[in-house]
């Protein structure tokens, strides 16, 4: 046993919460060390790993966090939820529904990520982003260039520029000045080709 529930709760939704204490060392965890709140012990991973829960963050109903995954901030996982590998949930996102986010995965921010969704990998869902339905995103990470570069099944992130693949298949020159001035006007002339190219292979961009 490596947590323990304690007598701080909060209740939410009918729901009641309990700050979580850790009962032994582990990671970057002491023992004593208080964590965020978890609806049962179930929610967390007792046995193997160094699964964390901590800040204001909140696991319920029959959501699982396990492995090295850590949930923090005022992070919320909930439903049938899994969080797992060595993920990270934070900031204000909220994973939930039959949703997974596994591996080095990173949802933050005001991010959410629900349904049967899956986040895996390298993939980072930030800022105000949604990831629904039976998505899965596991992106293709460019870095070297002028630009940071992310491109998942459905979107590609340049720099702090994060849109559709079909919409960056539809901006003109006017609209790529508007991003950053002549150095994305350059970049753009650049790179744009052989990334929208590779956008097209991505899977779901593909012609039947």
Known sequence: MKFKLTSETKIWIGRTLYRIEALI????????EKGGFVEKEENLSQVSG???????A??????????????YGDAQVYGDAWVSGDAR????????GNAQVSGDARVYGDAQVYGNAQVSGDARVYGN?????????SPVNIIGLDYAITISDSHMIIGCEHHLISDWQTFDDRRIIQMDGARAAKFWKAHGPYLLALCADRPGNQSE
């Open 25 to 32: 060392d582990f990671a970057s965890i002491k023992a004593g």
């Open 89 to 96: 949930v934070y900031g204000n996102a909220q994973v939930y």
């Open 129 to 137: 982003a949604q990831v629904s339905g039976d998505a899965r995103v």
């Open 58 to 71: 909140w696991v319920y109903g029959d959501a699982w966090v396990s492995g090295d995954a850590r949930v």
């Open 50 to 56: 160094d699964a964390w829960v901590s800040g204001d």
